[in-house]
């Protein structure tokens, strides 16, 4: 399951960076709202203030100094209003105490038009002049609780939509991205079982819905041109093989006539040894190109790695001791190929042990490693870089081929071969594994992708 959500990273980091996109629009367009409401409502606040307090300075009336309330309606009834003189004395209005009765007796003593807050009453004093002097002070108040509540309310579910819709946005984007990336998904996965288990199938995505599943289309035919390519280039190796095969067999047989006639002159006799050397050599690395080719087709992808192991060491003749070690753990690969990987290098450890080779089979996860070890001096660091390159040998009548070939089959059954130590000179095969239910249940619970069975 872990290993299943790496392989969806692109998708969970466009999730993600859809969720935060979403998210940031949402908070920008709530906090613009509020704003843009903080503002209507101070915009209303101050339009009531006026209409109040324009409605109060109508019903106030001078007459010989003193200063009179014509008539009240509803609005002046509801509303706290406060009149004063000119003197600041209080003639219309509740008396009030602590800070809001300071804020009013303050602004009825005002001589031009002037606002104050207290706490959440808004205040508005308009003086009334007559004849160009101040002859009463209106003063009016209008409580911004109610509205601040409406905000709130607003703010609230403002909140809940924007929560709503981002997560709504975020399911849309995970449901698009899951469908567009789908195929990619398939095709990542597939390909890393192919990586692994060499197999003949293809992503067959179907007709090309879209880029992504074109791309898999047009992947399709290349593998199909690749493996009609390797498959061309088997068959032309074996050909080339076989055609070689009977000179050099006709070579070599006339090398031994030669050799085994006694009057053969003494000159000679080294020069017809070189030439069966070489012939001979030469007809090892066709023998050799010719079983790999065989290998290819031959047995079920299904071997047990200790009985390839046992049956190439009692092939070569051991003259030291070799010691198998490890479960019956199987390779995905046909028992031919497996032979043709391990001969040489049992056969160089074998050449190059004192008294010994270790071979150590062990499961690794959905691999199984071969670890062959030999108690001889070691190999040469600067060689060991290369040793796998054809053509290069460290006997003097090897080919250079055998380690060469084997590393290419190890490759192309989705394994890998390395040179895990030089002194003690130590190889390392690794191959996939064939799993049992159970083996395959351990590595699903750990969060493993599963092998082939």
């Known amino acids: 399951m872990i290993e299943r ?17 979403s998210a940031l629009v949402a908070a920008g367009a709530l906090a613009a709202s509020v704003a843009v409401l903080h503002v209507e409502v101070d915009t209303t606040i101050r339009g009531r203030l006026h209409d109040r307090v324009d409605a109060l300075v109508s019903t ?3 007459s010989h100094g003193r200063v009179e309330i014509n008539g009240t ?34 602004l009825g003593r005002s001589t031009v038009t002037t606002s104050a807050q207290t706490g959440t009453l808004h205040l508005l004093a308009v003086p009334v002049r007559n004849e160009g002097r101040v002859v009463a002070v209106a003063v009016t108040g209008v409580d911004e609780t109610p509205y601040l509540a409406t905000l709130d309310s607003i703010i609230r579910d403002g909140i809940l939509l924007g929560i709503l819709a981002v997560l709504g946005a975020t399911g849309l984007a995970a449901l698009v991205l899951g469908r567009s990336l789908g195929p990619m998904t398939t095709m990542t996965e597939r390909a890393a079982e192919w990586s692994r288990h060499r197999s003949g199938s293809r992503f067959a995505l179907g007709p090309p819905r879209d880029e992504l599943t074109g791309l898999a289309a047009v992947l399709d035919e290349l593998l199909d041109r690749v493996e009609e390519a390797l498959a061309a280039e088997r068959r032309l190796t074996a050909e080339i093989a076989h055609e070689l095969r009977s ?38 690395a066709i023998t050799e190109l010719l079983d790999d080719a065989a290998a290819a087709s031959e047995g079920s992808p299904d071997t047990v790695a200790r009985e390839a192991v046992a049956t190439v060491v009692a092939s070569l003749d051991a003259t030291v001791a070799v010691d198998v070690s490890g479960p019956s753990e199987r390779v995905a690969v046909r028992f031919v190929q497996l032979e043709r990987m391990l001969a040489p290098v049992l056969d160089n450890a074998i050449s190059a042990a004192a008294s010994r080779v270790t071979v150590v089979v062990a499961a690794d996860g959905e691999d199984v490693t071969i670890r ?56 390392e095969l690794r191959l ?20 082939v069975r």
């Open 5 to 21: 959500w790496r392989r969806r990273r692109l998708r969970l980091r466009l999730t993600i960076a859809s969720f935060v996109l």
């Open 60 to 62: 106030i009336e001078t």
């Open 73 to 106: 309606d509803d609005l002046l009834q509801d509303s706290p209003n406060w009149v004063f003189d000119a003197s600041g004395a209080q003639v219309e209005g509740t008396h009030r105490r602590g800070a809001i009765g300071s804020a009013v007796r303050r």
């Open 247 to 284: 000179p050099l067999t006709l070579l070599i047989g006339e090398a031994d006539l030669a050799l085994m006639n006694r009057a053969t002159p003494a000159t000679e006799i080294p020069r017809y040894e070189r030439i069966h050397d070489a012939a001979t050599a030469m007809a090892r």
């Open 372 to 427: 062959i070890t030999d108690d001889g001096a070691g190999i040469d660091p600067s060689v060991a870089a290369t040793l796998f390159d054809p053509g290069v040998t460290t006997k003097s009548t090897g080919t250079g081929l055998g380690l060469a070939l084997a590393r290419r089959l190890v490759l192309e059954a989705g394994g890998a071969m390395r040179v895990a130590s030089t002194r003690p000179a130590t190889f």
């Open 432 to 451: 996939p594994r064939v799993l049992d239910e159970d083996d395959d249940e351990v590595l699903v619970s750990a969060g493993r992708p599963s092998s």
